[in-house]
């Protein structure tokens, strides 16, 4: 028992910590939440570093993606240069770098831990340890949504005040509270990590029927992955729920299509039931199914709204020659700046945001590490399409959101880039 302790580090631990500090917010609205996980990643890039010193094979740490990616962390840790040179107070930019940019680490955790020596002997092999990783990322946040859910449906009044306070609703009372599930994150985080979840459940659910066919731990995943599903419907978030839809289709093309992994007839039937519960919903529940559909039409509208607000950020940034290239400096975009005299924000559309801060040369970087990323994963999708999915997917939320901002959705995002990133320099090393 004490070995396996000895064995747990920071990387496995930081989404059960993470999530029970914001659980603990119900106890005390003044707990610093990003502080925490702040601190928890710095505790990790301080693994990552013993990992390197303690390693004999320093060498093979250094790599072109390695360096893109390190370059891409560099890059964003200089903003602060922009960031006071465009007139914005330091503190933005110290939130948003311990946010969006801090993540990153986790990149590292996959490329260097998993495959760092010492932990390879206690643990068998990197693919216990990245399934290691995984498992608790997913097992973490069913824990996590089992007490949203409790708390959602239940809707005690000092919960109705804890979210009236946080700011996640403007009433409290348990009508507003039903709305949707903010959870102890907010509904827009929740729905992705439930998209996240269902993805690495379904990445189980491939492994075990390989090994076993339809066993009794295929059920349980089974059962893993409609319940994320259904959380995610739950949080009532339009990008999330679009996202969870996609999934199923891209895994059901995978399955059926592409892989070929299972007869016809089985996706004529899961059609059939698909078909029976929406049928069943629309009259048993039909206000539901209107609500959740009003949602769903609603998000071109949403996207268009948005889209001038996108236009206006992009033509105010500085017209000096560095505007472009440099961006506004991290945090300039985001919520943070709201408030700030001059401030051009853009408040939920996280790519667009990206540019905005980052500019030309930082944008750009972002885009050659996920191409390089995507087009060696499609080489091999049966291995990665887990990951092709958890990355993609929050990409596509990230149109209308701020997915590739937030601080506990990007660590499950860059281990998943970090993934497919340690066999790209690992072939990269075998082909020298």
């Known amino acids: 028992m004490l070995d396996k302790v000895k064995q747990l580090r920071f990387s496995f631990l930081y989404f059960s910590l993470a999530y029970l500090c914001y659980v603990l917010t119900v106890i005390d609205v003044h707990i610093r939440t990003g502080v925490f996980a702040s601190l928890l990643l710095v505790a990790i890039i301080i693994e990552i570093g013993l990992c390197i010193i303690k390693s004999g094979k320093k060498s093979d740490f250094i790599s072109l993606l390695n360096i893109s990616v390190f370059a891409y962390f560099s890059y964003n840790f200089l903003s602060f240069i922009w960031i006071l040179k465009n007139g914005y107070p330091i503190s933005i930019y110290v939130e948003e770098f311990s946010n969006s940019i801090l993540p990153i680490v986790f990149y590292f955790v996959a490329t260097i831990v998993c495959s760092d020596d010492d932990c390879l002997k206690a643990n068998s092999d990197e693919k216990n340890m990245t399934d290691k990783i995984y498992k608790f990322f997913m097992y973490s946040f069913l824990v996590l949504s089992i007490l949203c859910i409790i708390l959602y449906l ?5 919960y109705c005040d804890y979210l009236f306070n946080m700011g996640y609703i403007s009433k ?150 560095y505007g472009q ?43 050659y590490i996920m191409l390089v990323i995507f087009r060696f994963a499609f080489k091999n999708l049966k291995k990665y399409f887990a990951e092709v999915a958890i990355i993609g997917t929050a990409i596509l939320m990230s149109i209308g959101s701020n997915i590739i901002a937030f601080q506990l959705c990007l660590p499950i995002i860059w281990f998943a880039a970090g993934v497919i990133g340690r066999d790209v320099i690992n072939k990269n090393e075998r082909d020298k």
């Open 172 to 321: 409290a009372d348990a009508s507003t509270v039903h709305v949707r599930m903010e959870g102890f994150t907010g509904s827009t985080i929740i729905s992705y990590l439930a998209v996240a979840a269902m993805i690495v459940a379904a990445k189980y659910m491939y492994e075990s029927y390989e090994k076993a066919g339809l066993s009794k731990g295929l059920a349980g995943l089974s059962a893993l992955f409609i319940f994320f599903f259904a959380v995610v419907f739950l949080a009532n978030g339009r990008a999330g729920m679009v996202a969870a839809i996609l999934v199923i289709v891209y895994l059901n093309f995978l399955v059926f299509f592409s892989f070929k992994f299972l007869d016809k007839k089985y996706l004529y039937i899961e059609l059939a039931i698909i078909g029976i519960l929406i049928v069943a919903m629309c009259v048993a529940t039909p206000g539901i199914a209107h609500k959740i559909w009003a949602r769903l039409v609603s998000l071109p509208g949403a996207v268009g709204q948005r889209s001038e607000q996108w236009i206006s950020a992009i033509n105010n940034m500085p017209a000096a020659w």
């Open 325 to 367: 290239w440099f961006g506004n400096g991290l945090g300039a975009n985001g919520h943070k700046a709201i408030g700030i005299e001059g401030a051009h924000i853009v408040a939920d559309g996280g790519l667009v945001k990206l540019y905005c801060e980052e500019g030309a040369i930082g944008f750009a970087l972002y885009v």
């Open 154 to 158: 239940w809707a005690p009044q000092f």
